[in-house]
Each structure stands twice: as structure tokens, then as C-alpha cells.
């Protein structure tokens, strides 16, 4: 179950380009909160950016009893959060969303990330503390390259891509997923990033006959299910209805989405 | 004077509502989604998503854009049907005193006389004929900006209804007092309004507009304004009640359009940024009464004065 | 790209801006409020305080309430008389390179052409007819509110108007298209829109309407995905061309606008917040040129993709 | 010539049940603000409370390079610019509008205020050094009544009245001022505040021929005399016309303002 909640922030931090990380202490998500799911955030105050943002639970301090959530500034909702102070409240409603599958059979995954999708990956990975764990995490350029340290302690072994080449490989992320696949046989393959490359892992992971789940982005009304604007197709290609990000996932069985266009 | 003196009940030609709010339809789902966040006995009544008379997949995303103080959507009817509905959705709504008012949408009128038929068999308090929805392609709103076709779609849906019917209208129109009494004169018991006005946001780095199906309908409190003075134009026309909405997210707005002859209000977009808004908005209501030592709600419905 | 090479200048049926951003009518009083602020040689032009015959007081005070996101105003087109303009306003502004608009109102079709006729042997640069003023109780909008009442009042002004005739239209209406062809087709070289939308603001602790007026016209970021939605659908059927307002605060706002359509933007409500709005507009527009390397504005108007 | 300005916050106080005083540094605005005038101030940012709000000035410290306005929260507008935080920007035009008449002729002098009118007149006093100066000032309640010491010292004599009579005199201020107007003979008084009160300070000062200035409010668009929509009568009662209080205001002599319903 989901709360309106009302928060303390504990810190934020500009973490790279536009990137800012946020500590909230809450009690509520941090005991309740599951990887893969989201809150729903009141960016500002008042009419300014109106509908609430969704962002992805990053990491969770159950002890201190707080969690992370890391953005990158986008527009002006992402803008205004940007701006909190430490010591103010941000009104939130989480944990919300259908967590990543979790499983003690899983004892070999990957986790493939591009972009501001790379954060709800984080938790996931901490999360599963049997598996042999690999990382793959894709950015446009070094400037927006974060949190290596921590997805280094939290993997076993990281791969780190960008587009011009600036830190890592030169290239897409996908190419070293490639090359790692057939070698280790994964039993599961989480991926949560731009629309182009999650195709691609689901079709690397189909094709290697490999479990995958998709972390999918819509734009969100209600984030609650009520007012059926975050569609996305489930199904099969010649018959899919409309199901819903924010209730339905927003993390999918990636056989289960219709991934067009 | 004390809590208990203050009577919030109105009575909608017929539909008896314990507080004169209403989750809107489209925005409070099948009531199911917010019973997490309050006790749905709470609120007098809930609007549900758009019906029609198959399922239906609705538009491709996105569906929603921001504009300043407002959304535009283009969910395109996306529902279950009207059996679905009957089958899966009224009972768990009766479980609550909330009364349930069906939102039905057709592409022909023969569509919207057969769900009124079904429905008027079902375990429902009233139908409100959506002839107004912006976000498909054919039927809905061309019946709703015509006197014409307000009045013909009225008459006929009336013949099959057993329930109070409430017609929901368009705000895109030059002169909403006369499609208003057009729908009186064809037998609407009740008037809604306003329902979404047509608008356009446009990703100027992408140069394409923001929504999938390019257009869709603003709601939010960027509307209110014109949604009050719409109300305030209808109720001074027409004889039966009048429901406002549009851009409500607090009592004082409810307050607004009850002074400007509303008896219920129906609070729409406000429910996405605070689940807890239609409850919000009757405590809202009851505190004004309380201030200004009101027992009924029918003593402010409207009583406006004009400067 | 530098910047000489980025051509800012457009041609609207001959009225030859030197940008296309023009301070739109009734919000930039006739220049000099602004002058203190910016140099009013750096916006393209200048839609003058709606003009009448005789000098008129306009409507009582209160005359504008805020509401979420806009602001609703009932001014009454309080103006000196076309004579005093022509007198004291036109020798002030021909000192800077803006060009001069007159927007015109009156009760009558007389009055109307009576003030182009005298205007067209004035030192201006266009004409804006408007039709569209929800603030006073005779003409106006009265004319603009359908085909027959646009295509006789364009229609006769355009015998007496030697300047370009700017036609500006109410969004107050079922179709605005049918509206803006009418207007084409009696000679409007030109269209302008969109003007106020007619609304209500009441305070609920006096049970009154917060304008004395009781109801106003609705400007300001709210109404932009209104107007964006109006000039496309105009621009998409006239051949004319298309100036468009409604909610204009950044060059990203004015963006929006000339990629549905528009060859030029005025800037109302945003001059009352911020007095540079409008050379911050032309910045905005400029800047966005250069990112996406255009050389012309011409580059951008009516270049929305549909999805 | 007035200017659009980004200041700092010097601080902010609660000095009475919803009223507050800040403190704000402004070369500009301490340099050129005359008594009178006033600022038009952005309170919130974006699209939060759009309109600035008119806030007269209250004082003035050129040493400091500093002005106080004084303001009680009305509405969302004063709201949100009560929850302001020293150290921040607000955004504001001014000096705005006309000042108070000021000359050496006036020896002695009446200030008359109500309520939040009170605020303009403190300025005016500190001014109008060499005159002898009577302040009268009129309060709901003592829970509003704020500053006395500064007008204390700022005036030759100060009287107080509240309508419920929980401070000085029980009723209304104009009383007070009544049984002065004869005994002193003022040269000129400024008054500021309900339009009642103004009303009736200018019948006493017309009767006793005594010079008056009223400060007057209305609601405002753009503070600069463009919008037209803060108009005011001026003029004869059967030979008016509409004047604008941004402007051609707030003070007007009070011979020239037809002051109907
Ligand atoms: C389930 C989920 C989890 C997410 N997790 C993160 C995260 O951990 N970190 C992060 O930086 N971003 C995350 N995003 C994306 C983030 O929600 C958007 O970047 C953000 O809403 C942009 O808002 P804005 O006001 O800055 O941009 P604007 O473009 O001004 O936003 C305008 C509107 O579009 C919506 N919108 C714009 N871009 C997106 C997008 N990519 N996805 C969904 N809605 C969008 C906004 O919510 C808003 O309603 C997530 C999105 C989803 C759906
Ligand atoms: C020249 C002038 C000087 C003023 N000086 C002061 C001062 O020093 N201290 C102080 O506390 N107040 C002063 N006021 C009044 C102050 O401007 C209003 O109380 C304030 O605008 C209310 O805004 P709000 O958002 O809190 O209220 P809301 O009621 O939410 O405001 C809604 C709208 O109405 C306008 N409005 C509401 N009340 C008034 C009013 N009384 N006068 C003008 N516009 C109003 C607001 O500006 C806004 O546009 C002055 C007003 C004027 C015209
Ligand atoms: C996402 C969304 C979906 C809607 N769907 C429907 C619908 O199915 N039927 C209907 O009559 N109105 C529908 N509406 C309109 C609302 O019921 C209401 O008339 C409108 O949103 C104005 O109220 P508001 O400003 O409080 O949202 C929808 C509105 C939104 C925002
Ligand atoms: C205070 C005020 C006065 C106006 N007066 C006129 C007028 O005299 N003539 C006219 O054609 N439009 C008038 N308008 C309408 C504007 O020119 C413009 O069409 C409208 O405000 C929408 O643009 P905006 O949202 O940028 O303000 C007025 C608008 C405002 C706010
Ligand atoms: S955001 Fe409302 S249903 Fe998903
Ligand atoms: S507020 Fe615009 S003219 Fe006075």
C-alpha cells in the first residue's frame, strides 16, 4: 500500500551534469519500498509544475530509515526539486508500482542501465545479495557518468559505456551485454533505460533464451491507476491491449510488452 | 453551533447524495484506485470512467501533457465496456454509501439508448451522458455543440433510461445557455459541466505536438474561471440542477460554483495531484458553512449577487 | 552560426515587422509605460489601448481579478478617442522603429468605419479590428461571434481601411475556423487571436463577483493550449496570415505559437509580471533559431508535424 | 523612474498576528523611494500568485542601502511572501507610483491611518522632519496593533484606537482626530487606510479647510499605468473621470478623488 507522505529531506547533493541526488528520511518507504518502484513527487509548491513527478527509489537505508532518489534535471518540475533545501519537506506518494521479480533462483544476473534509468538498479542490485551480479551501465558522456563506486561495490564486475567515448567503452551499452551473454548465461536480465536499447535487451535476452524484466517511462497523471493516461501495450504484437506504467508496472516481464515504435 | 446541524445532502433530481461531491469521470477511475487513500462513504457520489458500449484500447500515449495550472488529455474512452462494468466494477462500488453514476459515450445514438437500457437494469443511481468527450474520433461531442443534437440525443437516451439523466457539456461552444436548455426541453434532469476544453501543448524541440493524438482536452484549475462563469450562465437558464466542475481542488472553489448555482460539484484533475481531494473538498465545504453559520448547503447553491 | 545571420523579420500582408513580437492590445498601453524598461525599438510592433469613436471611461473597479495561472479583466476599452490618439499618441511612438497597430472597437459598424477611415490617413502601420472584446455591453463581440456578423464588419471596413486590415477573433466560439474563413474571405488580410475568454471570479466571503463587471475576459498562461490549439486549426485553413497570443511569456511559449502557425505572437498578461516580456521574447525566439540553426523565423511558422 | 530589481532579503519578522516586516537591501530602491510610493512585488515564484502585489514603503535606511515594507497576509500572494527566508531574492518593480506632497510650508501635520494603511506614514513622518507631527492610528484590535515606538518617535504625539477597545481608545480613529483638527489647526493631513476612514478624514479636512492627501487602493495589474484596470475617480462628483491609482496615485490630493461607495 501506497501513502501521501510528507518528508524531510536529509540531504541533496548535485552528484554530476545536472544530476542531483536526495535523501529523505521516511520510515514508511524505506520499510515498505520494493526495487523497481517509484514515487510519485510534488516538485513545487502551489500550481507551479503541477502534477506530481515520478521517480524511481534509488537506494534505501532501512536502518536510518530513509531512501535516495537521483534526478536529472529535465524541465521545470525536476528543475524545482532541484532547488529543495535540506531540512524542508517533500510531499511524496510511494512506494508505488510493481517491484523488479526477485528470486533465489536467479543466481546469475545482469543488470543493464542507460541514462537516468541506471538508478532504480541500484537498489536492485543491493537487494539480491546471493547472485553473481553483473553490470552494465550506459551514458551519453562522461559528464553524466555517476555512482560508479557504488554500483562497483554493489556488483561483481561493472561495464561502463558511452556514446563518445569519453569514460568506458565507445559505443552502446548493448555491445558489451553482447559479448558477456553467451559466456556466463544469465538467468535473469533486469533493464531499465532509453526506449531503444531496452528493445534490444529484450531481444538479445529472447534470442539467448534468457528471463527478462523491463522497467518501462510513461508520462503519468495519476500514478495511481485512475486516470489510465500511462499506457503501454501488453501482449503479443497481434494482440495486445493497453495496460498501465504506473499500476501495472512499471517493471514488465519483457514478453509480456509490445515494444513499438 | 455545532457539527452536527449542518446538512451537506442535496438532491439531484432524484439522486440523493449525502455531501454534494463527486469524483469526476476519467479522473477517479472505478473508485477502486483511492480506497487506499480514504474511506470512499466519504464522498457523495463517484463519476466513472467514460462507457461505451464495447471495450475500448483508447488512444496511443502519451496521453497527458502539462500546460500551466492544467493537463491536457487525450485518454481516448479507454474502458472495459458496459458489461464489464455491470459485472466487475458495481459490486465492490456498493459496498460504499457512494451513490455510482454511469458516464456513458457512443459513437451513435442507437449506442447510447442501449447502454441507458442496460444500465437502468443495473445497480446504479444515475447515468450522465458524456456528449462531450474531445478525445475521439467520431460520436460524443458532435452531439454535444448543436441544440440540434443535444436535444435529439437528450429525447431519445431519455426513452430508455429509468435514472436520473444528467447531460454533461461541452464547454466548446459559442453559447452554452442554449445547448443547456436545449437539453432540458429533451428531458435532461440534470446538467453536468464543464467537461474538457479543446487544446493543443507542442514539444517545440521534437516540433510535433506533446499528445500522440495531438489534441486533447485542458481541465485543472487554468479552467475554473471559465467553468464558473459557464455554470453560473447555465444555472440562471435552466430549471433543473446543476452539477459544476473544472478546476476544483478545494472547498472554496467547490464554494464558488454552488454560489453560482451549482448543486453538487464534481472535482476532477485535483484527485491526480491529491488522492484525497474529493474528501478535502466536502471538509472544505463544511468549514465555509460552519463560518458563516449555514446549516443546509442549500442556503449558498445560488446565492450569488450580482454587482 | 552568428548571430547577423539570423533574419527575424516577417511580413504580415505588408505590415513589415522587424521582429514578430508585437505588444498585444489593452496590455502595453500605447509604448511609453514600457519605454522606462526596454528600448522599444527592439520589438516588432505595437497593438495600441483598443481605440473607440469618442473617448470612453470604461467599466468600475474593481477590473481584474487573478485566477490560477491567469488573470481575468474587465477594463471596458477605457480609452482618449481615436482623434486624441492620433493627436498625442502617434508622434511619441514614431520615434522608435516598432510599428504602430490601432485596435479599434465601437458599438456600430458605423463606428468602426468611420475610425479606419480616419486612421488610414494617420501615421500607423495596420489596423486591428476588434471584434472579439467580451468587456462591453454593445458591438464588439457581438460581430465576432459568427460568420455572418465577421464577414459584414470585415466586409466594410475593408472599404474604408488603406492600411492592413489585422482581424482579431474571439475564442468565445463553437468553431473558430468557420469564423476565421468568413473573415478571409469579406478581405481581411489578416488574423489576429486569441482575445479574452470570457470568465468569472467570485469571492465567496461577499457572495459577489470580484470584478464589478461581473465577468471579465481570461488571459495569461492558463489560456495558452487554448490559443495554441485555436492558431493551428486557423492557420491550417486560411491562407492569410496568423498572429497569435494567448499566454505568451518566453521565446519558448512564442515557439509554440509560430510552429502551429503564426507569423508573428503578441504578449499580453506577461508585460504586467515582467515589463521586459517582450524583448525577452524576441531573445527567446532567437535563441532557439540558433540552436537549431534556422537563419529565419520563416524557417519555424506553420512547421509542426502532426503525429 | 522606477526599475525591476532582483534584491536580498536583510530579514524577516513576525511583529503581529499575520503581520510581517522585511527588510530588504536596495541601493535603488533606498536611494530614489520617496513617501508614498510603493513597490510591486513578484511573492512567489512561476506561475504562483501570477500578479505582483503592491506593498507600500515603509521605511527607509539610506546608510544601509536598505527599505522595510510591512505587510499582513491577505491572500496567497502575502502567503507566499511571509514564507520568504532571509538570505533569499525577491523580485520587485519600484519605487512605483506618486508620492506624498512634501513641503516646508506644512508646520504642523496629521498623519491618520487604518490598519494596513498605517505602513506608508511612517516613512512620511521620518521625512517630514521639522514639522510638528500628530500620528493618529486606528486598529481592529491590539492583536494588529504594531510599531508604536517607531511612530512614537517618529511623531510629536501619537494616539491609538481600537474598535473592540482592547488598546487606547475604543472607536474609531477619526474620533480622536476630531477633537484635535479644532485645537491645533493643521496645515496639512495624509491619511491612508479604509476607504470609510479616508472618506470621513477627507469631509473633516474639507470642512475645517485644512490641505488633505489620501493614499488609495485598488486592485492592480501591472503597477506602470499600462493595464488600465486600478482606476479611481477624479474630478468633480458630477464631472469625473477614471484616473489610475498606480500612477496618477496612490496619493491624490483629496480634493481631487471622488471617493463614491
Ligand atoms: C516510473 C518512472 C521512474 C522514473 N525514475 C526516474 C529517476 O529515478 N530519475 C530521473 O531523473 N527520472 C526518472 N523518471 C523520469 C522523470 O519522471 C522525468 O524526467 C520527469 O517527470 C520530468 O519532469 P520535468 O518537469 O523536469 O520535465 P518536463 O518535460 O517539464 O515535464 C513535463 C511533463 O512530462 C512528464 N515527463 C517528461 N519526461 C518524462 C519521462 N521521461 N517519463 C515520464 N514522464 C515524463 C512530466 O512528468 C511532466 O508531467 C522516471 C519516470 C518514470 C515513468
Ligand atoms: C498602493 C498600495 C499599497 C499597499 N501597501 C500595502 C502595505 O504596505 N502593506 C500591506 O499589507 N498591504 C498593502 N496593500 C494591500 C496589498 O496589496 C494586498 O493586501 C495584497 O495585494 C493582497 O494579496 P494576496 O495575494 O495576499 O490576497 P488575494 O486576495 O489572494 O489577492 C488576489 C488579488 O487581489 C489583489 N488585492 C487583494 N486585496 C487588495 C488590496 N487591498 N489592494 C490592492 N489589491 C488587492 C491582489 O493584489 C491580487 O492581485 C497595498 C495596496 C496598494 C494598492
Ligand atoms: C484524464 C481525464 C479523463 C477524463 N475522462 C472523462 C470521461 O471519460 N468522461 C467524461 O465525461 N469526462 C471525462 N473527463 C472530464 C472530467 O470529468 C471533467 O469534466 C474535467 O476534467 C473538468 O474537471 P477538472 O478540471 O476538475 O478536472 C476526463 C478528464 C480527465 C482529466
Ligand atoms: C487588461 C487587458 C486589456 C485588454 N484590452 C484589449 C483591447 O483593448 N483590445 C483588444 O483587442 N484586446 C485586448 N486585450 C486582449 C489581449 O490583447 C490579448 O488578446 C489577450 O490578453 C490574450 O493574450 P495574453 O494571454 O498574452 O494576455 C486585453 C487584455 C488584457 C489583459
Ligand atoms: S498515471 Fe494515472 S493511470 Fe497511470
Ligand atoms: S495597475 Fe495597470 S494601470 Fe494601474
Redesign the pocket.
Known amino acids: 500500500m501506497s501513502r501521501v507522505l510528507n518528508e524531510r529531506i536529509e540531504s541533496i547533493e548535485k552528484i554530476a551534469k545536472s544530476i542531483y541526488r536526495m535523501t529523505v528520511k521516511s520510515e514508511y518507504i524505506s520499510a515498505n519500498a520494493r526495487p523497481g518502484q517509484f514515487a510519485n513527487v510534488k516538485c513545487s509548491e502551489g500550481i507551479n509544475a503541477l502534477l506530481r513527478r515520478p521517480i524511481s527509489i534509488c537506494d534505501v537505508d532501512k536502518d536510518r530509515g530513509t531512501f535516495d532518489i537521483v534526478f536529472q534535471i529535465k524541465g521545470i518540475g525536476t528543475e524545482y526539486l532541484s532547488q529543495k533545501r535540506v531540512g524542508s519537506e517533500v510531499d511524496l506518494i510511494g512506494p508505488l508500482g510493481s517491484p523488479f521479480h526477485i528470486s533465489e533462483e536467479y543466481k546469475r544476473i545482469a543488470v543493464v542501465g542507460g541514462g537516468i534509468g541506471i538508478f532504480p538498479l541500484l537498489y536492485l542490485l543491493k537487494e539480491m545479495k546471493e547472485a553473481d551480479k553483473s553490470a552494465f551501465l550506459g551514458f551519453r558522456s562522461s559528464d553524466y557518468v555517476v555512482m560508479t563506486e557504488e554500483f562497483e561495490s554493489a556488483s561483481d564486475r561493472l561495464s561502463i559505456s558511452t556514446d563518445d567515448g569519453s569514460m568506458g567503452y565507445k559505443g552502446i551499452i548493448t555491445d558489451l551485454l553482447a559479448e558477456d551473454i553467451a559466456d556466463r548465461g544469465f538467468d535473469i536480465i533486469y533493464t531499465c533505460g532509453p526506449m531503444p536499447m531496452i528493445r534490444k535487451v529484450k531481444d538479445m535476452a529472447q534470442k539467448a533464451g534468457i528471463k527478462c524484466q523491463v522497467s518501462l517511462e510513461q508520462r503519468m497523471?495519476?500514478g495511481i491507476g485512475a486516470?489510465?493516461?500511462c499506457a503501454c501495450k501488453t501482449g503479443k504484437p497481434d494482440n495486445w491491449e493497453y495496460s498501465h506504467v504506473c499500476k501495472d508496472g512499471p517493471v514488465f516481464w519483457s514478453d509480456e510488452v509490445v515494444l513499438d515504435d | 453551533m455545532t457539527e452536527k446541524n449542518i446538512d451537506l445532502s442535496v438532491d439531484i433530481a432524484g439522486l440523493k447524495l449525502e455531501n454534494p461531491v463527486i469524483g469526476?469521470?476519467?479522473?477517479f477511475g472505478f473508485g477502486r484506485e483511492f480506497a487506499d487513500y480514504m474511506d470512499l462513504n466519504r464522498i457523495g457520489g463517484i463519476?466513472v470512467?467514460?462507457?461505451t458500449l464495447e471495450k475500448r484500447q483508447g488512444n496511443k500515449p502519451p496521453?497527458?501533457a502539462e500546460t500551466p495550472a492544467?493537463?491536457l488529455?487525450s485518454?481516448g474512452?479507454q474502458?472495459p465496456g458496459v458489461k464489464a462494468f455491470i459485472e466487475n466494477e458495481i459490486p465492490f462500488l456498493r459496498k460504499f454509501s457512494t451513490k455510482i453514476i454511469a458516464?456513458i459515450?457512443g459513437n451513435t445514438i442507437e449506442d447510447y439508448c442501449s447502454m441507458a437500457e442496460q444500465l437502468s437494469d443495473a445497480d446504479i443511481d444515475a447515468i450522465?451522458l458524456?456528449v462531450?468527450?474531445p478525445?475521439v474520433k467520431k460520436g460524443c461531442v458532435a452531439f454535444g455543440n448543436s441544440t440540434a443534437g443535444i436535444s435529439e440525443i437528450t429525447g431519445k437516451v431519455k426513452k430508455y433510461c429509468k435514472k436520473p439523466l444528467i447531460v454533461?457539456l461541452t464547454p466548446n461552444v459559442t453559447d452554452v445557455k442554449e445547448i443547456a436548455v436545449a437539453a432540458e426541453d429533451a428531458g435532461a434532469d440534470a446538467i453536468?459541466?464543464?467537461?474538457?476544453i479543446l487544446g493543443m501543448a507542442i514539444d517545440i524541440h521534437r516540433k510535433r505536438p506533446i499528445l500522440a493524438n495531438n489534441v486533447g482536452?485542458?481541465?485543472?484549475?487554468?479552467?475554473?474561471p471559465i467553468?464558473v462563469r459557464m455554470v453560473y450562465e447555465v444555472a440562471s437558464v435552466v430549471k433543473i440542477p446543476v452539477i459544476g466542475?473544472?478546476?476544483?481542488?478545494s472547498g472554496e472553489d467547490a464554494v464558488e460554483f454552488m454560489l453560482a448555482g451549482a448543486s453538487a460539484v464534481?472535482?476532477?484533475?485535483?484527485?491526480?495531484i491529491n488522492p484525497t481531494a474529493c474528501v478535502d473538498v466536502v471538509e472544505g465545504i463544511k468549514n465555509y458553512l460552519k463560518m458563516y453559520n449555514h446549516s443546509s448547503v442549500y442556503e449558498i447553491i445560488g446565492k450569488l449577487q450580482l454587482n
Do not use: D, H, Q, Y
Request: with cysteine; net charge positive.
Open positions: 497523471g495519476c486516470c489510465l493516461v | 469526476a469521470s476519467g479522473t463519476s470512467k467514460g462507457l496521453r497527458i492544467g493537463i488529455n485518454v474512452l474502458n458516464n459515450a450522465e458524456n462531450s468527450c478525445n454533461k453536468s459541466l464543464i467537461n474538457t482536452g485542458l481541465s485543472g484549475p487554468a479552467v475554473k467553468a466542475m473544472g478546476g476544483i481542488s464534481m472535482v476532477g484533475t485535483a484527485n491526480f
